[in-house]
């Protein structure tokens, strides 16, 4: 959600006529987009806002905008007081401030004026900075902002508030703007994208709205996140199984695998309740891949209710699992009524038992692939391999000196491990 707001924020400044600076000491605006879903991310985004203040010394002109879930979307004079050289603040997805701030400077030279700036983003009317033009092979578009879930754990909701679905209408002409640009994969974004258009009457519903979608000219590859257990219809399974520009991928956190914890953390589904969902997807798109988000020593949890997590990763056998430790976050439910009682070690030694895991896991599921035939979104190129991802988001690196950039080839695996393959084209081997 933050690359996408932070395009957003690079639309904004090229159509005023600024282009990307290679190092933070040539920039004249330095934007920081900031995450607290962990207090790891809140460390390192303080950490970064201590650095700019050298560049500031160095350069009194220097516009520092600090944005995103730091700031949130109520009050900052906490931080100002804290940062006197931030010079502005955005709450997550908005680069208005950004833009009204430069705007009031009158000795620049714009190219365009605030209102038709903000216009440009009301409508959808994304601009890919130059450096990323015909370049670009995936990017994402937020579909709903915010949420209105509030699990116990998690700060989002009260960063980003509450849950809106973004007009079908925009949606579209972003990901047709962003197509002409050269762009040939698109995610769309939701904290539970699933709810998409519940808070509009006449609406389509995330279904409806990703067949409208994949009937973009151009658009080679739609994908979706993240999806909550209970908002998951058979009209979106029946949707992701019949339409090839829909991959068939899904992120469906359980986030504990123990009854009690999940009622702890309102999740508001049962280990048995999203077994069955697992089942139903496989049995849906019979391609599928499925990635899961764990949090390992929520308050409270034991032992054996971490066990309860493992084994359900044992049984389902999915092909991602993100995994965290608990992080106490201000002002969440969980903060104010529970005890973060798990020590660190024990949070590390329940992480490190479920990476081993998902890695013994995910390498005999890859180890299949081996010698098969898999369709590739070639997107870069990193110390002389091109690397892409399958249909199922398995990364995939391939040598060759053709130029893969944005196309989609047919691979053959020659090689897998738990987080990468390599694989071969076929014009190389036949002709
Ligand atoms: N709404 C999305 C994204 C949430 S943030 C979703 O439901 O997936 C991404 C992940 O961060 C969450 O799924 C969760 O696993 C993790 N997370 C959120 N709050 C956390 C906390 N306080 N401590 C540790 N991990 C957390």
Known sequence: MNAADSQRVASSLERMGFRSAEKPGQADVIVLNTCVVRQSAEDRAHGYLTSLLLHKRNNPDLVINLMGCMVGVKGTDHLAKRYPHVDVFSPPSDPGPLIAHLSQDESRQLDQSEVEVRNALLDGDLV??????????????????????????????????????????????????????????????????????????????????????????????????????????????????????????????????????????????????????????????????????????????????????????????????????????????ADRRMEDDVPDEEKWRRYRLLEDQQARIVGEINAKLLGETVSVLFEDQVKGRWRGRTENTKLVFVESELNLRGKVEDVQITWTGPWSMQGRTFDLVDY
């Open 128 to 333: 890919l900075p130059a450096e990323q033009q015909q370049s670009l092979v995936s990017a994402y578009v937020p579909i709903v902002l915010g949420c209105s879930h509030a699990c116990t754990y998690c700060i989002i909701p009260y960063r980003r508030g509450v849950e809106i679905s973004r007009p079908v209408g925009v949606i579209v002409q972003e990901v047709r703007r962003l197509v002409e640009q050269g762009v040939k994969e698109i995610t769309l974004l939701g904290q539970i994208v699933d709810r998409y258009g519940k808070d509009i009457s006449d609406g389509p519903n995330l279904a409806q709205l990703l067949k409208i979608v994949s009937d973009v000219e151009g658009l080679k590859r739609l994908r979706f996140l993240t999806s909550h257990p209970n908002w998951m219809t058979d009209e979106l399974l029946a949707v992701v199984a019949e339409n090839p520009v829909i991959m068939p991928h899904i992120e469906v956190p359980v986030q504990a695998g123990n009854d009690e914890v999940l009622a702890n953390m309102k999740r508001e589904y049962t280990n048995a309740d999203y077994r069955a969902l697992i089942a139903r997807i496989r049995e849906m798109i019979p391609n599928v891949s499925i990635g899961t988000d764990i949090i390992v020593g929520f308050p409270g949890e034991t032992q054996a209710q971490f066990m309860d997590t493992y084994n359900l990763l044992e049984d389902l056998r999915l092909d991602v699992a993100h995994l965290a430790r608990y992080s106490t976050r201000p002002g969440t439910v």
